[in-house]
């Protein structure tokens, strides 16, 4: 017969514990301040100038991207639908195909 090594109360407590640690990194290591700085009025021209740039290469690359898009839809019909389906899509000539 196996032994258990921990209770629930055991557990509980050790997840209890590791959460509580977590959060406490977490809540420590992002304690540093934002700087923001004030940009001068002559020079907003040129950061606009330097985001634009940016932002019109990352379209173009994402404009000239060729590649195969590698996903699939997957459709499972039940029912009478699936028979409709299924009869949808025979050839021309008809069989007695019955569904329970």
Known sequence: ???RILNKTK???VVLF???YF???ECLGNNSENKFLRIPPDQMSGILKMI???TQ???DKIKTWQGKV???TTIIYEGNEAERVFNKALPVVKTNVSFV
């Open 1 to 3: 017969m196996k032994k």
């Open 11 to 13: 557990l509980y407590t």
């Open 18 to 20: 590791v959460l509580i």
């Open 23 to 25: 959060a406490v990194v």
């Open 52 to 54: 634009s740039t940016e």
């Open 57 to 59: 290469s990352n379209y």
């Open 70 to 72: 590698d996903a699939t």
